[in-house]
Every structure is written in structure tokens, then in C-alpha cells.
T-cell receptor, first 116, second 114 residues
Framework: AQSVTQLGSHVSVSEGALVLLRCNYSSSVPPYLFWYVQYPNQGLQLLLKYTSAATLVKGINGFEAEFKKSETSFHLTKPSAHMSDAAEYFCAVSGAGGTSYGKLTFGQGTILTVHP | DTAVSQTPKYLVTQMGNDKSIKCEQNLGHDTMYWYKQDSKKFLKIMFSYNNKELIINETVPNRFSPKSPDKAHLNLHINSLELGDSAVYFC?????????????FGPGTRLTVL
């Protein structure tokens, strides 16, 4: 069984400030972890993924996330927010085998608002 | 050049009707998925097909029937529509359906049941 919890359904930051979106996961098998972004009225786009290689993962648009097994976390960060980062962000987990094979389980999503 | 396309984009219908949503991917992927995003933006997988074969079937009412005529298409047919079926339905595809594969999502179909 696998699950994802995103802490904070809404995060608001000023342009240029640090972005931190929190994600904790639960998985009975070694997890693969993903962050997706959804802009209004669009589908989801992959930002980055963790696949058991480097624990610090760099993605598109200056985002990165760090896999911390001891904390079962995969928080998403960006040093300096841009207005165009305003969107909804989803953390997801997929298992490496068994019934979790290929199945993405999503968190509840976090809406990021960026103020000028 | 759309990678994953869905039709229609919007679908408004009455309770009790039967409707279909079509999905096509031109990425050459082997695996396709249907997800439902409810009014609270919660995304949940419904089905997954690999090379036209059903792989994942979550606890979805049997009023929902996916059909995959070939590996580039995965359609979703819904019988006897109910108010609770109102949601945004996303189709997605991935190369081989393995754990770390990126899933590519379509733009979504917003279904409203009146």
C-alpha cells in the first residue's frame, strides 16, 4: 500500500522568496517519487522524479527535491519564486513492483500563489 | 503535435445518459491510464492498460468501461451517468508502465452531469 500526504493545501510566497512544498509518503516497497505541476485548465506536467539514484533531484524550471528516507519525505524547493510558478503542485508515489507497479498515487495537491 | 489528446474537452449531459471520452497518444507508449480528478482536485487512478491489456482496475463502478482498440488509444465509456461522476478525467501514457516511468497527461475532459 502506498500513500502521499502534502502538508498545506495552499502556500503563498512573494516573488523572489524561497518556495517549499512539503510531501511525505508511505510505501511498503521502495518508492519512486514524483512532483507534477498543473496550470489552470491544463493537464499535469512532470517537474522531477526520484528513482533511487541521487537523493537530491533537480527538475525543470529551477525546482529540486530531496529524498529523505529517514523522514519519508520528498519536499520540493525553489530558491527564488517567479510569478509563472503559480500553479497547483502534486506529489506522487509509485512502487517498484507488486500491485504498486506503475500505479501513481497522488497527494491532495498544494496551490502555490506568488505575490509581486 | 499533441502528445496525448482527449476529446471532448468539455462534456455536459443529463443523469442517466451514456457517454464516451476518447484518448489518443502519438508517443509510441505501451501503457495508458485513466485518472479522475474530483472537485477537490484529488487525482485517483481508475484504469491502466498495457498493450491493450488491462493491468490496473481500481474499485471503479462497472458503469465505467475502458476500451483499448490498439495501444495508441484508450477510450472510456460511462453508462447511466450519475451526479457524482462530474469531474475532470485525465488520460495519460507512459513508455512501459514501470515504476519510474514518467506519465504524460492529456489536457483533461471536464464532465458535468446535470
Amino acid at each position: 500500500a502506498q500513500s502521499v500526504t502534502q502538508l498545506g493545501s495552499h502556500v503563498s510566497v512573494s516573488e523572489g522568496a524561497l518556495v517549499l512544498l512539503r510531501c511525505n509518503y508511505s510505501s511498503s516497497v521502495p518508492p519512486y517519487l514524483f512532483w507534477y505541476v498543473q496550470y489552470p485548465n491544463q493537464g499535469l506536467q512532470l517537474l522531477l522524479k526520484y528513482t533511487s539514484a541521487a537523493t537530491l533531484v533537480k527538475g525543470i524550471n529551477g525546482f529540486e527535491a530531496e529524498f529523505k528516507k529517514s523522514e519519508t519525505s520528498f519536499h520540493l524547493t525553489k530558491p527564488s519564486a517567479h510569478m509563472s510558478d503559480a500553479a497547483e503542485y502534486f506529489c506522487a508515489v509509485s512502487g517498484a513492483g507488486g500491485t504498486s507497479y506503475g500505479k501513481l498515487t497522488f497527494g491532495q495537491g498544494t496551490i502555490l500563489t506568488v505575490h509581486p | 503535435d499533441t502528445a496525448v489528446s482527449q476529446t471532448p474537452k468539455y462534456l455536459v449531459t443529463q443523469m442517466g445518459n451514456d457517454k464516451s471520452i476518447k484518448c489518443e497518444q502519438n508517443l509510441g507508449h505501451d501503457t495508458m491510464y485513466w485518472y479522475k480528478q474530483d472537485s477537490k482536485k484529488f487525482l485517483k487512478i481508475m484504469f491502466s492498460y498495457n498493450n491493450k491489456e488491462l493491468i490496473i482496475n481500481e474499485t471503479v463502478p462497472n458503469r465505467f468501461s475502458p476500451k483499448s482498440p490498439d495501444k495508441a488509444h484508450l477510450n472510456l465509456h460511462i453508462n447511466s451517468l450519475e451526479l457524482g461522476d462530474s469531474a475532470v478525467y485525465f488520460c495519460a501514457s507512459s513508455p512501459a508502465g514501470t515504476g519510474p516511468d514518467e506519465q504524460f497527461f492529456g489536457p483533461g475532459t471536464r464532465l458535468t452531469v446535470l
